[in-house]
């Protein structure tokens, strides 16, 4: 089959298309045939030889894929309600970029109806990330409010669609004012252009100095000790990347008086039961609000997996607003035929 490797650790140029074996399905798992794979910031960081997949997980780049099922362990897909032929989308800890990946069962999720390939491509890794990290740890709940920072990447755009679904305010920062306009129109109640504004002071403003009650970061460093300083009493701040440095002093004692959570997590080494416990409350709470269009994939733009190179270089120059997507042949725009 054809997959997209990297031939050393280095930029978007190392990645190209190879032909390698197909892997095949071991026990608990399904073999799709891949029509479209999602790229994520932490693929980049794996092509940098910053992020190793775990032990046991493909070498190949790629986290999220949507296709159809070609095969697998029958009697595992039978308890599941899956079967061969079945549209599904999935997350992976590695495998994505190529024409076909297995799965966990436990991790895939029937293409919402009248998706096409392309936007369920989309959808697995932040969602995922987003409900684990955002309602799964920092419980997040309807009334309060909630600062993405980010809001206009794959997770930011996601969590502030799920997250005023479900009753949330929603306050983001971003790097420019189209990227603020953006966010806006996907529902935020308020976008701090980071450029140009202290988002302290903007937060302090708009919660009339209550604070927010949970901060989803994706930048870790000095901003620990600004969103400490925004905070709620019993907020809960959970930093999900370092994209600003490890190093991160803050004030303890606002910490202590304010009784704030400081928490993290990364998805990617987490076991398959842990996964799959995510996936069962993404099928039951989110995927109906994907149905009846609450919540929609925010699609910046697709290449060919043969430009993966070209997909990389565009995701790190910070241009986009939401996900970037490969496709593998024609079927990617297609409506999923099978979707549930």
Known sequence: MQAVAMSAFGGPEVLALQTVPVPEAAAGEVCIRVHASGINRPDVLQRKGAYPPPPGASPLPGLEVA????????AAMKAAGLAVG?????LVSGGGYAAHCVAP??????????????????????????????????QLQPGETLLIQGGSSGIGVTAIQIAKA???????????????????????????????EDFVERVNGITEGRGVNVVLDMVGGDYVAREVTCMAEDGRLVIIAVQGGIDAGFNAGLVLRKRLHIMGSTLRPRDISFKSAIARK?????????????????????FEAKDASAAHALMESNQHIGKIVLTWGPEASAVAAAAA
């Open 166 to 196: 479900l009753g949330a305010t929603v306050i983001v920062t971003a790097g420019s004012d189209e990227k603020c306009e953006a966010c806006l129109g996907f529902g935020a109640d308020h976008a701090i252009n980071y450029k140009r």
């Open 105 to 138: 069962i436990g991790q895939c999720l029937p293409v919402p109806a009248g998706f096409t390939f392309i936007e369920a491509a989309s959808l697995p890794e932040t969602f995922f990330t987003v409900w684990s990290n955002v309602f799964d740890r920092a």
């Open 67 to 74: 296709g159809v099922i070609t095969g697998g362990d029958e």
């Open 86 to 90: 079945d549209a599904v989308c999935a």
């Open 282 to 302: 993404l099928r039951e709470q989110v995927w109906p609000l994907l149905v009846s269009k609450r919540v929609k994939p925010v699609i910046f733009k697709t």
